[in-house]
């Protein structure tokens, strides 16, 4: 996933619907960019800009905090990546998205790997009371999984990943009826997505093919036989 400069008026033409949902918890959960070492030798390298992920992450919580402004906003981020790629780019990354916690009062945790996801999910909050109304990813994925640490730690590959086979330890008795649930990651339709379905009974929205990350936008499928699903 690159990202692109010039953005296309008609991406939003291409786009999923962003239904608003119930009240509860939303949780954004943001994955690490890859580093130039793996992909500056790519014909259409990842990540030139550090903040890929985090600054989609941040256009949706300003989409949430202008419908909803006192909504409960968890960031589940991989830190690691971030670490690792403040080394490359020279800068105090973590403390940048400090910055963006505190500028909308969220709740900010560095996550490791994917039972550290799971496990917010099911206990992070009293789950009784405080339903998740809201789950996305962004980030690397295939059709498979969630991949944190895609190309940081293993050119084109990943150590830390959230996996379709782990999904059935998520309670689905977490999400609120009617949960907004979104991967705006590549092909999680093609597979993941009914995983998630079968462990959770709730539908995620997952894209067959790629998306691309933009500039000031949500991400938009990329390719003509590319689509959005919810299985």
């Known amino acids: 996933m690159k990202r692109l400069l010039l953005l296309l008026p008609l991406c939003l ?24 070492q793996w992909e500056k030798y790519k014909a ?8 890929n992920f985090v600054h989609a992450a941040r256009v949706r919580t300003d989409q949430i905090r202008a ?11 991989y830190g ?3 670490k690792d790629r403040a080394v490359q780019d020279k800068q ?21 790997k994917g039972d550290d996801v799971i496990n917010y999910l099911n206990s992070g909050q009293a789950r009784d009371s405080v339903k998740i109304a809201d789950f996305e990813y962004f980030g690397h994925s295939n059709a498979k999984c969630f991949m944190f640490d895609y190309s940081s730690n293993i050119e084109s590959a990943c150590k830390s990943w959230l996996h379709e ?24 339709g093609e597979s993941m997505s009914k995983k998630w379905y079968a462990a959770t009974g709730t539908q995620m929205w997952g894209v067959i093919g790629k998306t691309q990350y933009m500039l000031n936008e949500l991400p938009v499928i990329s390719g003509k036989d590319s689509k959005w699903v919810s299985r």
């Open 92 to 112: 105090d990354l973590i403390s940048l998205i400090g910055t963006v916690r505190d500028k909308y009062n969220l709740n900010l945790i560095y996550i490791r």
């Open 165 to 188: 086979d782990d999904l059935k330890k998520i309670n689905g008795r977490v999400f609120a009826r009617g949960a907004n649930i979104k991967s705006w990651g590549c092909h999680t």
């Open 80 to 82: 690691q990546g971030y």
């Open 13 to 36: 033409l291409f786009a999923s619907p962003l239904p608003a949902a119930p009240q509860g918890e939303y949780v954004l959960l943001v994955g690490g960019p890859s580093l130039m």
């Open 67 to 77: 419908q909803a402004p006192d909504a409960k906003i968890t960031w589940l981020v």
């Open 44 to 51: 259409q390298p990842h990540d030139h800009w550090w903040a």
